[in-house]
């Protein structure tokens, strides 16, 4: 079975600055993983998903995150946080099938990001 | 628009009395799932169903029932709810071979008093 750890409960950051949220993954199988969002009383968004190919990958409103298989770690960062950023970030895992993955997600604790003015 | 819709957003109830929480997409995906949400532990897979007529349990399943009659609803059925069901649920859904990318509904919560 697989787990998702993230490391932080809580990160609060000034305006500007630059955050990274920390994501650690155990499974005994290959998985894709998965950055969700979800702003106050709103549902899961995807910000960015890692499949193969290039370990830096790209999402949604300027973030990215690397992922590291020797260290089983993906975690997200932005170089420059807005308030709009505050929200809460859900690491996620699913296994890699052959190619194809049927559904189960499994999400980490939960991040909640806040960013001050 | 594509979307995920759950009704009711907000409900509270008391213990033993039956209810159901509907969900619905409009994207014709195969894949449906229901998650709740509670603080500190993030989200974890009530039941899930990958087509008509076929669903299976999650993490999570005790307390909860689901049936999968047509494929854009999913509803979550409480027979007896107690209030250890008192947490924030979201149904999901995706296209089968791409089920990673699930689309989520804005979310029910419910109260068990």
């Known amino acids: 079975a697989q787990s998702v750890t993230q490391l932080d409960s809580q990160v609060p950051v000034f305006e500007e600055a630059p955050v990274e949220l920390r994501c650690n993954y155990s499974?005994?199988?290959?998985?894709?993983l998965f950055w969700y969002v979800q702003y106050p009383n709103q549902g899961l968004q995807l910000l960015l998903k890692y499949l193969s190919g290039s370990t830096l990958v790209k999402g949604i409103n300027g973030f990215e995150a690397e992922f590291n298989k020797s260290q089983t770690s993906f975690h997200l960062r932005k170089p420059s946080v807005h308030i709009s950023d505050t929200a809460e970030y859900f690491c996620?895992?699913?296994?890699?099938?052959?190619?194809?993955?049927?559904?189960?997600?499994?999400f980490g604790q939960g991040t909640i990001l806040t960013v001050h003015p | 628009e594509a979307q995920v819709t759950q009704n009711p957003r907000y409900l509270i109830t008391v213990t033993g009395k039956k209810l159901t929480v509907t969900c619905s997409q409009n994207?014709?995906?195969?894949?449906m799932s229901w998650y709740r949400q509670d603080p500190g532990l993030g989200l974890r897979q009530i039941y899930y169903s990958m087509n008509v007529e076929v669903t299976d349990k999650g993490d999570v399943p005790e307390g909860y029932k689901v049936s999968r009659k047509e494929k854009r609803n999913f509803p979550l059925i409480l027979e007896s709810p107690s209030p250890n069901q008192t947490s924030l649920y979201f149904c999901?859904?995706?296209?089968?071979?791409?089920?990673?990318?699930?689309?989520f509904g804005p979310g029910t919560r419910l109260t068990v008093t």
């Open positions: 499974s005994s199988v290959s998985v894709y």
């Open positions: 996620a895992v699913s296994i890699n099938a052959g190619g194809t993955s049927y559904g189960k997600l499994t």
């Open positions: 999901a859904s995706s296209h089968l071979d791409r089920s990673y990318e699930q689309y």
């Open positions: 994207m014709n995906h195969e894949y």
